[in-house]
């Protein structure tokens, strides 16, 4: 078992303890002190395991972004180019944009989307971080590198926290001390004052956090890989290319190019297969693994309900799709004849993926990501109601989307009809007859990504042969043929990010992180276009890849309830959820322009109050 979790109990205590009102106002009789118990947060952080805690708190928080039922990362891929909101049988989800993404809106449901949950979420890490960064010369430590290592760490959760929400919401409070008393006077502050400050703290961490933990905590590696994408929000591309430098070549760390593990003596699996296995993610000779949140089945506080990849990102294809001859072609029962629920899950296709992750990317047939038993294609899977056989001579072969005279056999393609990565949303489910996905370990970086952030950076700078030399190791090792160094833009970067880290990276942060560079520098895009700063919720990068690589928004596609695919330049940013903005009494939190309440803007700040 990973050490960071065994001590869930103590996590939950010190969570408590630390809670406190944030962003939002309060009751005042809330506020009363309750003797229900005498834990003491003064005497839990005289030891720096109690601190430690804290973090373990923050370790176990990030877990929540790709496990459950509609898990936020789902979320920022429909914010994206790759993929849309495919519930298509009700009103709610975001698929209209422009009507249904608003700051009053639900924005922290299973059943709408889950933007409010990355700011909730995204302040609680940064609480917990906090915690421990405040009280860090509390306790008594055996050396100086013991107490350095804990304040690392704290400052890696904290910048992990605040990368992610300047790049949802732009502009947001700065907060670098624990809040011990209700404080209802918050300012946002500069996206790039917050993104210095985190690149000093993490220059600090990777002199301190140590090179080898356990794959659920953090370490140099995964600090140096954060400090290379604030290094290139800050367009700092000398500085990420040291820092990314510092992961590929520090020794500790390799691209995996060669078979191994649980699945090392099957000749009918490959290098991508092995890279995706639940059992293979955090094992010790797996050198690829940067940061992992761990989920195991049987684990004391492991996520209820497990990663549920198989409901949310594989097809409804166990209904309404019929044979030629009319009849209901698929069923989701397990354990008969053709038993397809339990080799590819019980999809409900809510995340729908665009023909451009399905098919547009893919430029190379011998590409493992994409080759048959990695990458599931709808005429893969066959007709296997049972009440088929005997009466319908298609029972056994494999699904059609159209009968010989050009007639659909489904009622509904956005939901029922898309091809999968099948290695990567593949994970065994004991706990269920119909499964939807286990307990896993997930990546959250993986030197994959290192690659392709540092190619990015030798792109900025014009060294594109240096960049083909990155995205090259991307490529090779997944069987595809190198890109000739001329024909690297930040297109082709995004399109291997998109083929390497489907349903892994946050897509919608890493468009805006590469809209604001575009419009920072005023570099000419691959488009043609130049952006600005000044108007960049009118006009950005952002909202051009998204209409020029989507086959749904802006195009006129409806869902079955009515609903239509459409965004707009200004969803670059989300809308900061109106309780924060009006619990926050004494004080003024920006919102983003096209939302209600930006007209009430003050200049954010510019500087770290000291």
């Given at each position: ?68 039922d509609n898990p936020p990362i789902i979320t920022e891929a429909i914010f994206s180019d790759i993929a849309v909101e495919g519930t298509t049988d009700k009103s709610g989800p975001a698929q209209n944009m422009n ?512």
């Amino acid at each position: 078992m990973i050490s960071g979790y065994k001590n869930l109990k103590t996590i939950a205590a010190t969570a408590c303890a630390v809670t406190t009102i944030f962003l939002l106002g309060c009751d005042k009789a809330r506020l009363e002190p309750r003797p229900l118990s005498f834990f003491s947060p003064d005497k839990t952080f005289d030891d720096p395991d109690g601190l430690k805690a804290t973090l373990i708190a923050c370790e176990r928080n990030m877990r929540y972004e790709w496990f459950g039922d509609n898990p936020p990362i789902i979320t920022e891929a429909i914010f994206s180019d790759i993929a849309v909101e495919g519930t298509t049988d009700k009103s709610g989800p975001a698929q209209n944009m422009n009507l249904q993404i608003t700051p009053d809106a639900q924005l922290n449901s299973t059943d709408y989307n889950r933007i409010g949950w990355y700011w909730l979420e995204g302040y609680k890490g940064i609480k917990y971080a906090n915690v421990a960064i405040s009280r860090i010369n509390q306790p008594t430590y055996g050396s100086e590198a013991e107490k350095n290592a804990l304040l690392g760490a704290a400052y890696f959760h904290r910048a992990y926290r605040y990368y992610r929400l300047v790049h949802q919401f732009g502009d947001v409070p700065l907060i670098l001390d624990e809040v011990v008393e209700p404080k209802l006077d918050f300012y946002s502050t500069k996206r790039e004052v917050i993104l210095q400050k985190m690149k000093t703290d993490l220059e600090f961490a990777e002199q301190w956090v140590p090179a080898m933990t356990d794959k659920g905590t953090v370490n140099k590696g995964a600090v140096s890989h954060l400090l290379t994408k604030i290094n290139l929000a800050l367009g700092l591309f000398d500085d990420a290319i040291k820092s990314a430098g510092n992961v590929i070549d520090g020794g500790t760390h390799r691209l995996m190019t060669s078979r191994f593990g649980a699945h090392l003596g099957d000749p009918t699996k490959n290098l991508i297969w092995d890279l995706h296995r639940p059992e293979n993610k955090s094992i010790a000779n797996n050198t690829e693994a940067l940061l992992l949140v761990i989920d195991r089945f049987m684990m004391d506080g492991n996520f209820d309900g497990g990663i549920q990849s198989m409901r949310n990102a594989v097809p409804f294809w166990h209904n309404n799709i019929n044979t030629p001859n009319g009849s209901r072609g698929t069923i989701d029962t397990y354990n008969i004849e053709i038993d397809q629920v339990t080799r590819f899950g019980r999809g409900i296709g809510r995340l729908r993926p665009t023909y451009y992750s399905t098919d547009g990317v893919w430029d190379d047939k011998n590409d493992l990501r994409h080759a048959p038993g990695n990458w599931m294609r709808m005429e893969d899977l066959v007709y296997n109601n049972p009440a088929l056989k005997g009466k319908d001579s298609f029972f056994g072969k494999n699904l059609q989307l159209r009968t010989t005279d050009g007639s659909l056999l489904t009622i509904d393609t956005i939901r029922c009809w898309f091809d999968w990565p099948h290695y990567k949303l593949y994970v065994p489910d004991p706990e269920r007859v119909q499964p939807a996905g286990g307990h896993t370990d997930w990546y959250v970086f993986r030197l994959a990504e290192t690659h392709l952030l540092r190619a990015e950076a030798y792109f900025w700078k014009g060294d594109l042969a240096n960049a083909a030399k990155d995205l090259n190791a991307v490529r090779e090792r997944a069987g595809a043929a190198p890109i000739a160094a001329g024909k690297i833009n930040i297109g082709t970067i995004l399109d291997e990010r998109a083929r390497e880290l489907y349903y892994e990276e946050p897509r919608k942060t890493e468009l805006t992180r590469i809209a604001y560079i575009l419009a920072q520098t005023g570099k000419t895009a691959y488009n043609g276009k130049t952006y600005s700063l000044n108007n960049f919720s009118d006009d950005n990068f952002f909202y051009d890849r998204v209409i020029e690589k989507s086959n749904f928004y802006n195009k006129g596609v409806k869902t079955r309830h009515g609903d239509e695919y459409l965004i707009s330049p200004y969803h670059v940013l989300w809308p900061i959820p109106s309780p924060t903005i009006q619990g926050n009494t004494k004080g003024i939190i920006n919102q983003n322009k096209g939302y209600a309440g930006y007209e009430r803007n003050v200049p954010p700040l510019t500087s770290i109050p000291q």
